[in-house]
């Protein structure tokens, strides 16, 4: 199988501006969760779609929003960007099972706002 | 909120050398447990998981852990360092739902 894609890799961007990252899932997996990774705050969670509905949000600001389409693809956006956005944004996809479904990761979109 | 700690932000080991890396959780249920592996300019690779099924999880490139629910731990371990082994090591607990609670991380230098 496939492994999770994430499009695109790199992105360069100033403040102000708005920006949509998107992954598509393992094949036959249901949920995606994404994640932000800055070297002073770690990995931390963003939120998870499971069958086009937000089943779990982190605590960042409304600027972050996402949305999952029929066939398990996400997309990302984050608007009205600032410095500190700056991050390497994971994307993981699983089955759907709670607690003690595996996640699989993509590769990042590497984001650099100027 | 359940909560990790990983101890020392980053490890130094000979090749050849054990490898520990030290993890604690904080959680009011039975967790699930997760430790990742990270290599420059890459996602997570998952190394192992721990479902209750056994203390003990055997994970891939030879990593072990053990979960040892007295000490709310979950420490990494490998017999043998290789120079491969060099990257950043991260635990995680999940919580809610599908949503991981990463600890901070700890990079492993391994020295030839």
């Known amino acids: 199988k496939a492994g999770v894609t994430q499009t695109p890799r790199y992105l360069i961007k100033t403040r102000g501006q708005q920006v949509t990252l998107s992954c598509s899932p393992i094949s036959g997996h249901r949920s995606v969760s994404w994640y932000q990774q800055t070297p002073g705050q770690g990995l931390q969670f963003l939120f998870e779609y499971f069958s086009e509905t937000q089943r779990n949000k982190g605590n960042f600001p409304g600027r972050f929003s996402g949305r999952q389409f029929s066939n398990s693809r996400s997309e990302m956006n984050v608007s009205t960007l600032e410095l500190g956005d700056s991050a390497l944004y994971l994307c993981a996809s699983s089955p759907g099972q709670l607690g003690a479904d595996t996640q699989y990761f993509g590769p990042g979109t590497r984001l650099t706002v100027l | 909120a359940q909560s990790v700690t990983q101890l020392g932000s980053h490890v130094s080991v000979s090749e050849g050398a054990l490898v520990l890396l030290r993890c604690n959780y904080s959680s009011s249920v039975p967790p699930y447990l997760f430790w990742y592996v990270q290599y420059p300019n890459q996602g997570l690779q998952l190394l192992l998981k721990y479902t209750s099924a056994a203390t003990l999880v055997k994970g891939i490139n030879g990593f072990e852990a053990e979960f040892k629910k007295s000490e709310t731990s979950f420490h990494l371990t490998k017999p043998s360092a290789h120079m491969s082994d060099a990257a950043e090591y991260f635990c995680?607990?999940?919580?809610?739902?599908?949503?991981?609670?990463f600890g901070a991380g700890t990079i492993l230098r391994v020295k030839s």
């Open positions: 995680a607990v999940s919580e809610v739902g599908n949503k991981l609670v």
